[in-house]
């Protein structure tokens, strides 16, 4: 232990939690350097696997609402995904297209008969399934939305004889493939409140203190002294964090999760520099630019020269299941060209 040190002294990282609700946490995090900060932001952001609706199959639809706007609308209603871990990602699963291991299977039938009206809310979302647990990919209904009356999004408005008869499948994916799938609506990130840095370059018309006020944050540290000198080595250790969840997680499992996130990452990364071979690994990177394998260790990757849809699949005009792209095929100096 280094003898400089006081007793009780706090050198290593920390949480402060400021303050907890149902939808949103905020929390101080010291004693870590930027990167790392910054690394579990954007694995709270992009990193988080959720349940979405990714496919809908329109099999009556009379309303004035396209099926490409209801499938959109669809995929952009929050999901509970607690135990989403649960689920196999689709690529991962044996199944041709979806399965119970891989998807959950929701069903929407509404009918308008009276003159008044109807409006379809998420709550008309009614699982056929089981899945891992009961309440996976049940819509979120959020109890403060007094305009939907506690029923959750809006999905369509059908006046009199119009009809909405809508099969949904539900998968497990990251915001990294399709923002459906962000656990979070924002997630607020500041450091240096003070800007005793001088990381900022704060755009003024008279006095950038008063044009500028400080925020909540900087009640949290001392003001700097008008006579302090400027450190030029000094680096930012203390970060405030302001997570909030759009519903398909608590705030405290989605910084669990980021943190998870970020190990199996680290966990990737030394495995590949002690070389580990594929029995000895136990982690499994998530990340949709893989082609479907488990980590970047995998031998199947193709190295960018096939298609990334379906494997290396045709395009919609032309070309053989499997075709690759016409690489070493280029005018500069091989024999063919891409259009021979």
Same mark, same amino acid.
């Given at each position: 232990?280094?003898? *400089?040190?006081?007793? +009780?002294?706090?050198? +290593?990282?920390?949480?402060?939690? @400021?303050?907890?609700?149902?939808?949103?946490?905020?929390?101080?995090? @010291?004693?870590?350097?930027?990167?790392?900060?910054?690394?579990? @932001?954007? #694995?709270?952001? =992009?990193?988080?696997?959720?349940?979405?609706?990714?496919?809908?199959?329109?099999?009556?639809?009379?309303?004035?609402?396209?099926?490409?706007?209801?499938?959109?609308?669809?995929?952009?209603?929050?999901?509970?995904?607690?135990?989403?871990?649960?689920?196999?990602?689709? @690529?991962?699963?044996?199944?041709?297209?979806?399965?119970?291991?891989? =998807?959950?299977?929701?069903?929407?039938?509404?009918?308008?008969?009276?003159?008044?009206?109807?409006?379809?809310?998420?709550?008309?979302?009614?699982?056929?399934?089981?899945?891992?647990?009961?309440?996976?990919?049940?819509?979120?209904?959020?109890?403060?939305?007094?305009?939907?009356? +506690?029923?959750?999004?809006?999905?369509?408005?059908?006046?009199?004889?119009?009809?909405?008869?809508?099969?949904?499948?539900?998968?497990?994916?990251?915001?990294?493939?399709?923002?459906?799938?962000?656990?979070?609506?924002?997630? !607020?990130?500041? *450091?240096?409140? *003070?800007?005793?840095?001088?990381?900022?370059?704060?755009?003024?018309?008279?006095?950038?203190?008063?044009?500028?006020?400080?925020?909540?944050?900087?009640?949290?540290?001392?003001?700097?002294?008008?006579?302090?000198?400027?450190?030029?080595?000094?680096?930012?250790?203390?970060?405030?964090?302001?997570?909030? =969840?759009?519903?398909?997680?608590?705030?405290?499992?989605?910084?669990?999760?980021?943190?998870?996130?970020?190990?199996?990452?680290?966990? #990737?990364?030394? =495995?590949?520099?002690?070389?580990?071979?594929?029995?000895?690994?136990?982690?499994?990177?998530?990340?949709?630019?893989?082609?479907?394998?488990?980590?970047?260790?995998?031998?199947?990757?193709?190295? !960018?020269?096939?298609?990334?849809?379906?494997?290396?699949?045709?395009?919609?005009?032309?070309?053989?299941? !499997?075709?690759?792209?016409?690489?070493? #095929?280029?005018?500069?100096?091989?024999?063919?060209?891409?259009?021979?």
């Amino acid at each position: 232990m280094d003898d *400089y040190l006081m007793d +009780g002294e706090d050198t +290593g990282p920390g949480v402060t939690v @400021r303050s907890a609700g149902k939808s949103n946490v905020e929390f101080t995090l @010291r004693n870590v350097d930027l990167a790392l900060a910054n690394s579990l @932001r954007r #694995a709270m952001l =992009s990193e988080i696997p959720t349940i979405a609706i990714d496919l809908v199959e329109v099999i009556t639809n009379t309303s004035v609402i396209p099926d490409e706007f209801l499938a959109h609308r669809l995929g952009l209603i929050p999901l509970n995904s607690e135990n989403a871990d649960k689920l196999l990602y689709t @690529r991962d699963c044996e199944c041709d297209g979806y399965c119970d291991q891989c =998807s959950i299977t929701l069903d929407l039938q509404a009918k308008c008969s009276a003159d008044e009206v109807m409006i379809v809310f998420a709550d008309s979302l009614t699982k056929e399934n089981q899945g891992p647990t009961p309440d996976i990919g049940k819509p979120v209904v959020s109890e403060v939305d007094a305009s939907a009356k +506690g029923r959750g999004p809006v999905i369509a408005k059908l006046r009199k004889n119009q009809e909405l008869h809508l099969k949904c499948i539900a998968k497990k994916g990251i915001a990294k493939e399709h923002a459906k799938w962000a656990p979070t609506a924002a997630v !607020g990130f500041e *450091y240096d409140p *003070y800007n005793k840095l001088h990381h900022l370059d704060l755009w003024r018309e008279q006095d950038a203190a008063e044009e500028w006020p400080k925020t909540k944050n900087a009640k949290w540290e001392d003001p700097p002294l008008e006579s302090a000198p400027f450190d030029y080595r000094a680096e930012p250790s203390t970060f405030y964090l302001d997570v909030e =969840s759009v519903g398909t997680l608590g705030p405290n499992t989605i910084v669990e999760e980021s943190i998870k996130a970020l190990k199996l990452k680290l966990a #990737a990364v030394v =495995s590949e520099l002690t070389g580990a071979v594929d029995g000895e690994k136990d982690y499994e990177p998530r990340d949709p630019v893989m082609n479907g394998s488990n980590g970047a260790h995998e031998t199947t990757m193709d190295h !960018g020269f096939t298609t990334p849809f379906n494997g290396g699949g045709s395009s919609a005009w032309g070309g053989a299941l !499997g075709s690759s792209t016409p690489f070493n #095929a280029t005018p500069y100096g091989a024999p063919t060209t891409a259009w021979q």
